[in-house]
């Protein structure tokens, strides 16, 4: 099975970096926008040198990746090698490619769906977009900065540099498109079911669980906690389920106490137990 999940995986890369390099070539160069990342620097070097940024893309990464390589796991190494490559290849390939609109609004909009559907796909592989998030897992090897942190400061810079070679307009319209491509890429990476934690207090959570469990298919945790107040030890239930079941786990508690204390959480990934399996 785990060729299967393998090729899967690989194949949401190719189509991952498909469709950015379409935003990429056919939408942002169009209006003369921006981007992050590795992208980012090459369509810098393109608007100051006239530099191809497949082949720029394509250096730079090689570069980062030699330089990062230990601290990426073996598979998500891999992985954002095959990224790489084929994101180069499609900078390429779809180099012609120009939609020939004159709308700097849609080519904002569409730019940053593209791109964040492209992204979403290689992120949920378990793969980079390599670049500046194999110099902010470095950064954090060594700093107390967090990968995310470092990896927001990096693309700000980079996003920043093209005041120098771009009018303010642009570049601010670039900060749209950026903003559309993390939401593009959330909806992708949670899907459409998003999933929700359901932290559940109260003294019928044997009950409760074996319904759950019954019900939805979904197992639970059983913790052992201590009331804050009345310092009376009480037992914490904690599950988590796609948001379509989120009405029935409502329905087993209240029909098992209707004093219970629920606490229901947004939950960003989960892997194992039913869910995304663990590369």
């Not at 060729?3 to 379409?22: A, P, R």
């Not at 393109?46 to 082949?55: D, E, I, R, V």
């Not at 990062?68 to 900078?91: E, M, N």
């Not at 307009?169 to 939401?183: A, D, G, P, R, S």
Request: aromatic share 10%.
């Amino acid at each position: 099975m785990w060729y299967k999940i393998h090729f899967k995986n690989i194949c949401f890369c190719i189509l991952g970096t498909f469709l950015i390099s379409i935003g990429i070539n056919a939408f942002v160069i169009a209006s003369n926008l921006g981007e992050g990342g590795t992208v980012g620097i090459s369509l810098n070097l393109k608007y100051t040198l006239g530099l191809s940024p497949a082949l720029t893309s394509l250096i730079i990464n090689m570069i980062l990746i030699a330089i990062g390589w230990k601290y990426l796991s073996k598979t998500t190494a891999i992985y954002t090698l095959i990224t790489v490559i084929s994101s180069s290849a499609f900078l390429g390939l779809t180099e012609s490619f120009n939609m020939n609109l004159e709308s700097d609004f849609i080519n904002t909009v569409f730019s940053g769906v593209l791109i964040g559907i492209g992204s979403g796909l290689v992120i949920s592989a378990r793969s980079t977009l390599g670049g500046t998030s194999v110099i902010a897992k470095i950064i954090n090897k060594y700093s107390e900065i967090k990968t995310s942190q470092a990896l927001f400061i990096l693309d700000s810079i980079i996003v920043l540099s093209f005041l120098i070679v771009l009018p303010v307009q642009n570049v601010l319209y670039t900060i749209v498109m950026l903003f559309i491509v993390e939401k593009s890429m959330t909806f992708i990476i949670e899907g459409f079911n998003p999933k929700k934690a359901i932290t559940i207090i109260s003294d019928y959570n044997k009950d409760i669980s074996l319904d759950i469990n019954n019900e939805t298919g979904r197992g639970s945790t059983l913790l052992n906690g201590v009331g804050g107040y009345e310092r009376k030890e009480t037992n914490v239930l904690y599950v988590v389920v796609p948001q379509n079941q989120l009405a029935r786990i409502k329905k087993i508690v209240n029909a098992h106490d209707e004093n219970a204390f629920l606490v229901i959480h947004d939950v960003r990934d989960v892997l194992g137990n039913g869910f995304m399996k663990l590369q």
